[in-house]
């Protein structure tokens, strides 16, 4: 069976390292906000070529602090509408709504996957703060058109990178990082971290991920505990050096599946071959899925589907569910994804071509 992430293998190349950064961390006996963590964060700044980096204890973290270190500092109120893709994961929903703020969601544009900046203009009335820019499955979404859009309504623009780490900064306010195991740059555990170049934004998150204190048992807000793990940073510190070429590793297998894939039942995913996709995901479409998962199951490899149900139509959030985005629900009909991981072997990626071409 060809996996669909081979966690293990992806990981077992690291493992000295990884046990040299433990024997590291606990001679130190530094365990929170220690010196791996202020690498990272660092690096991982320097990386994505910002000022600040914040590590906090997930993706979904990452987001809600964000908004609510806006708030704080006045530039968001509560009730406030924040512009969210429909077709999302549910956690960039969840995050405007934590934050007590108003998600509004915008239909995708079908080739991409990610929010259409034509129709975001229709939904901007005068409660309209923000916009959350979700980069699905890996693939910037047009940052030209929505910065332009947030500079002409003064909007707030954050980007949900969970699934962009290495995509090209366009200028917004703010970005959120997860580092969860199956992402292009994982942790062994839950991990996040949020970018900016805006220092009061920064300065307020390092102090609402730590109970609201800049200083050890003093508060001067209402925060919360969500700090980067020194065992996650000192993990991440080894993985970091290796990502654009793990990347880069992606794009070749990403190319192989988009030239070698002929089949009229199967839709792939758009790329135009610049830097604006990183191959977290390869998604590709098809109106039989569960016929064509099966197939491929049968032929030993392994899928999974990112996402079987539109946010708008899950069961917590039944205030959306007769709401109707048709282009989302589509998508999350159609969609099924491919095995995509830097340590996939050539010989696997033209045994998984040959299975669609045969299907």
């Not at 708030?71 to 405007?96: R, W």
């Not at 003093?218 to 990502?243: C, H, M, T, W």
């Amino acid at each position: 069976m060809i996996k669909f992430l081979d966690l293990q293998k992806i990981n077992a190349q690291y493992q000295e390292q990884f046990q040299q950064k433990m024997k590291l961390v606990l001679d130190n006996g530094w365990f929170v906000l220690g010196d791996e963590v202020k690498m990272f964060e660092t690096d991982f700044a320097h990386y994505c070529g910002s000022k600040h980096c914040i590590g906090v204890g997930n993706g979904l973290d990452a987001l809600v602090l964000i908004f609510k270190a806006y708030i704080q500092m006045g530039v968001l109120q509560k009730g406030d509408e924040i512009i969210v893709p429909a077709n999302t994961y549910i956690a960039s929903i969840l995050a405007v709504l934590q934050a007590d703020l108003v998600p509004v969601l915008v239909e995708p544009e079908e080739a991409t996957f990610n929010i259409n900046p034509n129709l975001i203009a229709e939904k901007i009335t005068p409660k309209t703060k923000g916009i959350l820019v979700v980069h699905l499955y890996g693939q910037l979404a047009n940052m030209d058109a929505i910065m332009t859009i947030g500079n002409q309504h003064n909007l707030l623009i954050v980007e949900d990178a969970a699934q962009g780490h290495g995509l090209p900064f366009k200028g917004s306010h703010a970005r959120a990082f997860s580092f969860y195991p199956g992402k292009n740059l994982g942790a062994l555990g839950d991990a996040g971290a949020v970018v900016t170049n805006d220092e009061l934004l920064a300065k307020m998150i390092y102090s609402l991920r730590n109970y609201g204190s800049e200083r050890k048992y003093y508060n001067d807000f209402i925060g919360i505990n969500s700090r980067l793990d020194e065992i996650q940073a000192a993990f991440l510190n080894v993985k970091l050096p290796y990502l654009n070429t793990e990347n880069e590793r992606r794009k070749a297998i990403a190319k192989r599946y988009l030239n070698e894939i002929k089949n009229d039942k199967i839709v792939l995913p758009y790329w135009d071959l610049s830097d604006n996709h990183v191959f977290h995901l390869f998604v590709i479409r098809t109106q039989n899925r569960s016929e064509l998962q099966q197939f491929l199951t049968e032929n030993g490899i392994e899928t999974l589907i990112h996402y079987p149900v539109a946010p708008h139509q899950q069961k917590a959030l039944s205030h959306w569910n007769h709401l109707s985005f048709p282009i989302t629900e589509k998508i999350h009909q159609e969609v099924i994804s491919l095995p995509m991981s830097p340590i996939m072997t050539d010989d696997e990626v033209t045994i998984i071509i040959a299975a669609l071409n045969k299907y």
